[in-house]
């Protein structure tokens, strides 16, 4: 059952990506030869003909353009490999003289077609925001209690109070709190400086962390969180936890909010990717398909207890979670990823005239040689997660 769930989540989510190429290319009189969900051969196609809707199983490539009456219409494909999906262009990855190809289109043109399979994964999350918003309401960052004698107590800051921003660093919803101080441990030589609300009007605190020696959770950490690691014997705090019930908003609010939401996951995401360069975090903390299945897994057996709406909404959160990140992850500038060929296409601007085709079609060969090999090695990684616990 989980793996069904996972395959959905993912399913939704890669036809929601492909689906932007797929608008674009259409909208730019781009043809397209096959839209299709998963990898490898195929198990059966569709083909809106000229002899009206046809259907192939295990056709190839061969049979499904050599058909009488498909030729000059896309098919549409599911694949024995229930991992990625693809939209595939006249003249994408070669030479065409067609007007309808990819490759004679203008750049800016070919920019759009390819930027909107990211984008509207980011449309995708923003709309799944929308439901979990309007369904469960706001986390505000506000305060739920500041502790005697701390530098946040000191500063006159009160329970109720709600957090505006961080060193600079804008707080809107409250699991910002946490990640700012996973991402800026508190150390003796900071100092905090904060923006807080107080009903209508704003102020500013300068706090200076104070080093404790007991496991209280506070400074980022809502009350029950335990995600986050903190010293066990001492560490800096500057007295406060968050973590107030959700509260339901007007519409304009719900919008902002589910706004902000898929902005907090976007730039997680990138400041994860920027500890795994870096060497803060390790493979441990990379999640493939299989570690995916097992997330899965575990948020339902979670929330089942809750009854069949909790699931629902607890897959629809993880799923704002894998868009944005899978958005974020295709915009990298690597070979054969969504980013790469925007690379490509920035360069043909700067330079005023294409990459050669046949060298960038070398590069994107390699770049996914690379990115299969990735895959392999994240995939052994989760089983060895899955098999040592």
Same mark, same amino acid.
């Given at each position: /059952?989980? =793996? @069904?769930? %996972?395959?959905?989540? $993912?399913?939704? +989510?890669?036809? !929601?990506?492909?689906?932007?190429?797929?608008?674009?290319?259409?909208?730019?009189?781009?043809?397209?030869?096959?839209?299709?969900?998963?990898?490898?051969?195929?198990?059966?196609?569709?083909?809106?003909?000229?002899?009206?809707?046809?259907?192939?199983?295990?056709?190839?490539?061969?049979?499904?353009?050599?058909?009488?009456?498909?030729?000059?219409?896309?098919?549409?494909?599911?694949?024995?490999?229930?991992?990625?999906?693809?939209?595939?262009?006249?003249?994408?990855?070669?030479?065409?003289?067609?007007?309808?190809?990819?490759?004679?289109?203008?750049?800016?043109?070919? /920019?759009? =077609? @390819?930027? %909107?399979?990211?984008? $509207?994964?980011? +449309?995708?999350? !923003?709309?799944?925001?929308?439901?979990?918003?309007?369904?469960?309401?706001?986390?505000?960052?506000?305060?739920?209690?500041?502790?005697?004698?701390?530098?946040?107590?000191?500063?006159?800051?009160?329970?109720?109070?709600?957090?505006?921003?961080?060193?600079?660093?804008?707080?809107?919803?409250?699991?910002?709190?946490?990640?700012?101080?996973?991402?800026?441990?508190?150390?003796?030589?900071?100092?905090?400086?904060?923006?807080?609300?107080?009903?209508?009007?704003?102020?500013?605190?300068?706090?200076?962390?104070?080093?404790?020696?007991?496991?209280?959770?506070?400074?980022?950490?809502?009350?029950?969180?335990?995600?986050?690691?903190?010293?066990?014997?001492?560490?800096?705090?500057?007295?406060?936890?968050?973590?107030?019930?959700?509260?339901?908003?007007?519409?304009?609010?719900?919008?902002?909010?589910?706004?902000?939401?898929?902005?907090?996951?976007?730039?997680?995401?990138?400041?994860?990717?920027?500890?795994?360069?870096?060497?803060?975090?390790?493979?441990?903390?990379?999640?493939?398909?299989?570690?995916?299945?097992?997330?899965?897994?575990?948020?339902?057996?979670?929330?089942?207890?809750?009854?069949?709406?909790?699931?629902?909404?607890?897959?629809?959160?993880?799923?704002?979670?894998?868009?944005?990140?899978?958005?974020?992850?295709?915009?990298?500038?690597?070979?054969?990823?969504?980013?790469?060929?925007?690379?490509?296409?920035?360069?043909?601007?700067?330079?005023?005239?294409?990459?050669?085709?046949?060298?960038?079609?070398?590069?994107?060969?390699?770049?996914?040689?690379?990115?299969?090999?990735?895959?392999?090695?994240?995939?052994?990684?989760?089983?060895?997660?899955?098999?040592?616990?």
């Amino acid at each position: /059952m989980n =793996i @069904v769930l %996972a395959l959905l989540l $993912f399913s939704i +989510i890669v036809i !929601f990506h492909e689906l932007g190429h797929f608008l674009l290319a259409r909208y730019n009189g781009v043809y397209v030869t096959e839209f299709s969900l998963g990898m490898g051969p195929r198990l059966i196609t569709f083909c809106k003909s000229d002899n009206g809707m046809r259907v192939k199983f295990f056709a190839s490539t061969n049979a499904c353009k050599t058909a009488p009456g498909w030729e000059g219409h896309t098919f549409y494909s599911v694949k024995i490999l229930p991992f990625g999906g693809s939209c595939i262009m006249l003249g994408e990855d070669d030479i065409s003289d067609s007007d309808e190809a990819f490759c004679n289109k203008s750049v800016y043109a070919r /920019m759009s =077609i @390819v930027f %909107a399979g990211p984008f $509207f994964n980011f +449309i995708l999350a !923003f709309v799944l925001a929308l439901i979990i918003t309007g369904v469960s309401g706001i986390d505000r960052p506000v305060i739920t209690s500041v502790t005697s004698g701390m530098p946040m107590e000191q500063a006159g800051v009160k329970e109720g109070d709600e957090i505006v921003e961080i060193n600079g660093t804008g707080i809107h919803i409250d699991r910002e709190i946490a990640t700012y101080f996973a991402f800026n441990p508190l150390s003796e030589e900071d100092t905090v400086d904060m923006t807080l609300r107080r009903g209508d009007e704003t102020y500013d605190v300068t706090l200076k962390p104070v080093l404790t020696e007991n496991l209280g959770i506070s400074d980022g950490f809502a009350k029950g969180a335990t995600a986050e690691p903190v010293e066990p014997d001492k560490s800096y705090k500057i007295g406060f936890t968050y973590g107030s019930p959700r509260q339901k908003g007007n519409i304009i609010e719900v919008i902002n909010f589910s706004l902000y939401e898929v902005k907090y996951w976007i730039v997680t995401t990138i400041k994860s990717l920027g500890m795994l360069i870096t060497g803060q975090l390790g493979t441990d903390d990379i999640a493939g398909p299989v570690g995916i299945v097992s997330t899965v897994g575990d948020l339902v057996d979670e929330s089942m207890s809750y009854g069949i709406p909790s699931v629902i909404l607890t897959l629809i959160y993880f799923s704002i979670l894998l868009s944005a990140n899978l958005g974020v992850m295709n915009l990298l500038p690597i070979p054969a990823l969504d980013g790469g060929r925007l690379f490509f296409q920035i360069i043909e601007i700067i330079r005023r005239k294409p990459i050669d085709p046949e060298k960038e079609g070398v590069i994107t060969m390699v770049g996914f040689a690379a990115l299969m090999v990735l895959m392999v090695f994240i995939m052994y990684n989760d089983i060895a997660k899955l098999i040592t616990g």
